[in-house]
C-alpha cells in the first residue's frame, strides 16, 4: 500500500531534498556524467530496502544494489521518492542518492480546525505521465532559529466537487501552508506531490496562495 500523509506534512529541508541535492556536476564520462533523476515510485523488499522503482514516465529498473535508508520503515510497500541514478543496463540502475517526497492526498476542508494560508512561493506544477500525480514545485523561505531549522506545514484541502449537467467533474482544491514562525532567511526549492483519486475528476483546480497573490491553475488528468 502506498506509503502516504493525509494531513499536515513538515517539509523537512535535511529529510526532503538535501540528500539528493548535488553540488557539483561532472563533465565527460565522470561519475555524475550519465546520471538521472525521477519522481518514482521506490519498491520495498522484505528486509526494508529499496530494490526497484517505477518512474513517472513509466520506465521500470532494478536497483543493482538494495538501497538502505532511515526512513525506509516498512517492507514489501511503495514509497514516492525522488531517485539519482546512473542506467547501467536495460532496466537496472545504479543507485546514486534516493530521498522521500512529500505526498499529499485531498482532504475535505471541513475536516481541518485550521485552514491557513500563509504565502509561499509557487514555480511550476504538472501531471505525471502515469495520470497518478501531481507535482508542484514550490519556493520555501526559511531560516534557522537558534542553529535549528524548523519545518513548513502543508496540506491540501478538498474545497468542492462539481458535477456538470453532462456528467463531468471538476474538482477544486487548495494547497494550506502554514509558515511556522521560520524566519524567510533564504529561498529553498521543494517539490510535493499530489495523489489523484483513482476515480480521476474530469479537470482540477488547484490554487495556491503565494508573495503575489493567489495563483490559480487547472489541469486534466
Not at 491540501?156 to 458535477?163: F, N
Not at 482544491?173 to 489523484?196: A, D, E, F, K, V
Request: glycine content about 6%; some cysteine; aromatic content about 12%.
Amino acid at each position: 500500500m502506498m506509503k502516504k500523509t493525509v494531513l499536515y506534512i513538515a517539509l523537512l529541508a535535511s529529510l526532503l531534498i538535501t540528500s539528493c541535492e548535488i553540488d557539483s556536476y561532472e563533465k565527460g564520462e565522470g561519475a555524475y556524467s550519465l546520471m538521472q533523476a525521477n519522481f518514482c515510485e521506490l519498491h520495498t523488499n522484505s528486509e526494508m530496502q529499496g530494490v526497484s522503482f517505477v518512474t513517472d514516465e513509466g520506465e521500470r529498473y532494478q536497483f543493482s544494489t538494495p538501497v538502505a535508508a532511515t526512513w525506509i520503515e516498512t517492507a514489501d510497500t511503495t514509497y514516492r521518492a525522488i531517485i539519482y541514478f546512473n542506467k547501467v543496463g536495460t532496466n537496472q540502475a545504479e543507485p546514486r542518492s534516493v530521498g522521500p517526497m512529500v505526498t499529499l492526498q485531498p482532504v475535505a476542508h471541513w475536516h481541518f480546525k485550521e485552514q491557513p494560508q500563509d504565502p509561499i512561493g509557487f514555480e511550476s506544477a504538472w501531471i505525471a505521465k502515469s495520470g497518478k500525480y501531481l507535482n508542484v514545485g514550490l519556493l520555501l523561505k526559511t531560516g534557522r532559529i537558534d542553529d535549528e531549522e524548523l519545518p513548513h506545514n502543508v496540506a491540501l484541502a478538498q474545497d468542492t466537487v462539481y458535477t456538470y449537467a453532462d456528467g463531468r467533474r471538476a474538482a477544486y482544491y487548495r494547497l494550506l501552508h502554514s509558515q511556522n514562525g521560520i524566519p524567510q532567511y533564504y529561498t529553498n526549492r521543494r517539490y510535493i506531490s499530489i495523489l489523484l483519486p483513482e476515480e480521476r475528476p474530469d479537470t482540477i483546480h488547484l490554487s495556491i496562495q503565494t508573495y503575489e497573490g493567489t495563483v490559480e491553475r487547472v489541469f486534466i488528468p
